[in-house]
Structures are given as C-alpha cells and as structure tokens.
C-alpha cells in the first residue's frame, strides 16, 4: 500500500523575543505525556501520514503554543490529546488516564469531565441566549461553576440575554470560551481560536484564555499558524512534517495587548 505524506520540509515562521511577564515554573508536573504518536489516516489505498514519533510533556497550568503551517500535525495532536482521536501506534496520558488504550465511553467520559474546547468557528445555538448556550454544558458536568461567574469572566455579563445574532464574531468566541470553561475543565484545547477575527478582537479573545489559564490554573494548548500568539505563552513547541521541530521556553512572556500581529 503507497504512504503518501502530506508534509513538506519546512519550518514555522520565527518567534517573537519580547518579553514582559514571568513564566510559568518549568518543573510543574506533566499533565499530559505523550511518547512516540504516530498517527495514519487511510483513504483507499492511500495512507495519509499525520503525525510521526512525537512525544512530549505538558506540565499543569502550562500555557502552551503549538505553531505551525497549515498540515504540519498540529490539529491531529490536539485531537488526541484532546480524546477526540486516538493515536495509531504510541501512548498518551492524562494524569493516571490511558487514552491511548480506552474505549469510546472512556473518552468520551473523559472529554466531558476534564476538556474545554474551544475551535475557530463559535458552533453556538442561535434559538438561544448568551446564557442558554453557556447553560447547555452544565447538564454533562459534575460540578459546574455558576454559570453567570463563567459569562462574567469572559467580560460579557452585560450581553447574558442576547442571542447569537446580535454580537460581534469576537463576542461570539468569549461565548464559546465561557461554554467550554463553565464545566471547571482541568483543560482547555483551542484551535485557531483567533482564525476567524481580526487583530483588535482577536487580541480580546486571547486576553480571556490568558485569564483563565493564570486565574483559575486551567492548562491552556493554543493551536495557530500565526507566530505573533507565541509570545504570550510559557512554552512554544514547533510542529513541521507532522514532527516537533524543537521547543522554546519564553522567560517572561507577553500580555495579549502587547503581541506584534
């Protein structure tokens, strides 16, 4: 059977080096440890490399940065250590959870118990309100936070009542962000949660993940292909050929205002 790889020989554009505030501790203990992820995708005949012999560590309450071009791995990684895909061959860990090895019911009690996701395109109900899609999530959780706390800490407390329609893309993704935070998840995945916004608003996107992630120590992994993001983060690990490229470790890190799109 032909492999075909979807990867090209490149690298990601080069990380900004402005740095303003201090970094999370590097020794934090691994919330995810993932070791040698292989992950192929059949179609017909063909098989579709996606990710080959990634391993890596993410500490708890990391803030991290997964940059890279468009192919280069980085949803299929989030995928999987998000328990919406599983690896073809290695192992990945979520504290004490195998989710390399468990069944359908296994992560899919996973996801619900431990996993935000937040994606680029807001994915909300528009029949209902601010606070009726935010709502929603409270049903699967075990010990949900009050859900007007969750509109609150996205900054839109005054919009609760308003329905999708009548906010702004940016509003709409703060939405997104207060659903998936709302369950208290340990973990929160985004990808490409700026794709669709423009640089003003994307920046007050990334400021509320960066508040979730400082204030409540909700571990944070951004996937984007915009290298300006990087500088907000604790670590930035470069994806490329569905490989790690290689990792740096900011010393102090950039505020969302500050980042030079």
């Not at 900004?16 to 505030?21: A, C, D, E, K, P």
């Not at 080959?52 to 990391?62: A, F, K, Q, T, W």
């Not at 209902?128 to 936070?145: F, K, S, Y």
């Not at 907000?232 to 994806?239: E, G």
């Amino acid at each position: 059977m032909p492999v075909l790889d979807v990867h090209q020989s490149r690298r990601g554009p080069p990380q900004h080096n402005r740095r303003v505030s201090p970094a999370a501790a590097p020794d934090a203990p691994a919330i995810f440890v993932a070791r040698h992820l292989r992950k192929v995708y059949r179609a017909g005949e063909v098989e579709v490399v996606a990710l080959r012999d990634v391993s890596l560590e993410v500490g708890r309450g990391e803030f991290i940065v997964l940059l890279g071009p468009s192919g280069s791995g980085k949803s299929t990684l989030l995928n999987i250590l998000g328990g919406l895909d599983v690896p073809t061959s290695g192992e990945v860990r979520f504290a004490d959870h195998d989710l390399s090895a468990a069944s359908e019911a296994e992560l899919t009690r996973y996801r619900r118990e431990h996993v935000g996701f937040v994606f680029q395109f807001y994915n909300l109900i528009p029949s209902l309100t601010v606070r009726e899609n935010v709502a929603l999530v409270t049903d699967i959780a075990r010990a949900p936070m009050d859900i007007d706390e969750a509109i609150g800490l996205v900054g839109l407390a005054p919009r609760r009542d308003h329905f999708p329609a009548q906010l702004s893309g940016g509003e709409q993704q703060r939405v997104a962000i207060a659903r998936a935070i709302v369950k208290r998840p340990e973990v929160l995945l985004c990808d490409e949660p700026t794709g669709a916004l423009d640089v003003a608003t994307g920046r007050l996107v990334l400021e509320v993940i960066e508040r979730i992630n400082r204030e409540l120590g909700t571990t944070a992994v951004v996937i984007t292909h915009n290298a300006a993001i990087a500088g907000m983060a604790d670590r930035v690990i470069h994806l490329g050929d569905g490989a790690i490229q290689r990792e740096e470790r900011n010393a102090r890190k950039l505020t969302p205002a500050e980042l030079a799109w």
